[in-house]
């Protein structure tokens, strides 16, 4: 078998330290990196430092640095050098759940998912809600005119005090004049907005239409996610309608890849076994 190049040896042999999360010995004479720590966001020796170590090229080392980073196990900070990432399990979200179900739209469907799965904590911010002009995507998702405004609520979520999803949900002004108040009032509705449609102006959620795409991270997500400029998040447009057909509510969430995982259902199915081999 012919021998890996240097850079895969390397990358690799600082693979296996990352995922022991080993700190090393320095005075250990055994030890190929001597004093690097290699925790969970931590900082990774220099290149200068793995190029006296590895007795190897600059150019050797950047392309392990390369590897380990397409791998997700570091990313490089601009001015301030590579750090180890912090390894999350991913939460798993169902998007094919039961549209007719009173719930959903913001904080309720999200925190009984959570829970349901295991985890400690999940939180959300308090709604910032806006008056906007929609995008052409929400627009024509909504199905109201060129010069309509409409409601927005934006919350960010949390699952064990991580940042795990940004969301906003738009809904058409008239739900104001129908009677929909709350909707402006930055505060969680607890029951769900589904609900509080159906009760309040007798809009009911029948079904809803989940569009995925996958792009990188703008710069305030990057920041909010902590990620790195080379990162990929999912953007979930999840267009539902009321019994004649009509759009009432248009909901983005966007998902960093490192966390989210989804499963869709069709037909009768089995709950999943976590863990297990299906």
Same mark, same amino acid.
């Given at each position: ?105 913001? #904080? @309720?469907?999200?925190?009984?998912? +959570? ?8 939180? %959300?911010? =308090?709604?910032?809600? &806006? ?113 004649? #057909? @009509?759009?009432?509510?248009?909901? +983005? ?8 995982? %989804?499963? =869709?259902?069709?037909? &009768? ?10």
């Amino acid at each position: 078998m012919a021998q890996q190049p240097m850079y895969q040896q390397i990358a690799e042999d600082l693979r296996q330290s990352i995922e022991l999360g080993a700190t090393l010995d320095p005075d250990d004479p055994e030890n190929l990196k001597p004093g690097a720590n290699f925790k969970p966001g931590a900082k990774l020796p220099t290149e200068l430092e793995l190029c006296d170590t590895y007795h190897a090229s600059r150019n050797t080392i950047r392309d392990a640095i390369k590897r380990l980073t397409s791998l997700g196990l570091v990313e490089t900070r601009p001015g301030q050098g590579t750090y180890i990432t912090t390894r999350v399990d991913p939460f798993v979200t169902e998007l094919s759940g039961d549209p007719r179900a009173l719930g959903g739209a913001e #904080g @309720t469907t999200y925190l009984s998912e +959570v829970q349901k799965s295991g985890h400690r904590d999940a939180s %959300f911010s =308090i709604p910032k809600v &806006e008056i906007q002009a929609p995008t052409a995507e929400v627009r024509l998702r909504l199905r109201v005119p060129s010069n309509s405004q409409v409601i927005s609520r934006h919350q960010m979520r949390y699952i064990d005090k991580i940042p795990w999803s940004l969301q906003t949900s738009f809904y058409p002004m008239d739900f104001i004049t129908k009677g929909a108040t709350r909707l402006l009032m930055a505060e969680d509705i607890p029951q769900g907005t589904v609900r509080y449609l159906a009760d309040t102006i007798g809009i009911n959620q029948v079904g809803y239409r989940d569009w995925i795409t996958a792009r990188g991270p703008d710069p305030n997500e990057q920041g909010f996610f902590n990620l790195a400029h080379d990162a990929t998040v999912f953007e979930v447009f999840r267009t539902a309608f009321d019994q004649t #057909g @009509t759009p009432l509510r248009v909901t +983005v969430t966007v998902f960093p890849t490192d966390r989210n995982q %989804f499963i =869709i259902n069709v037909g &009768e199915v089995p709950e999943p076994e976590y863990g297990q081999d299906e």
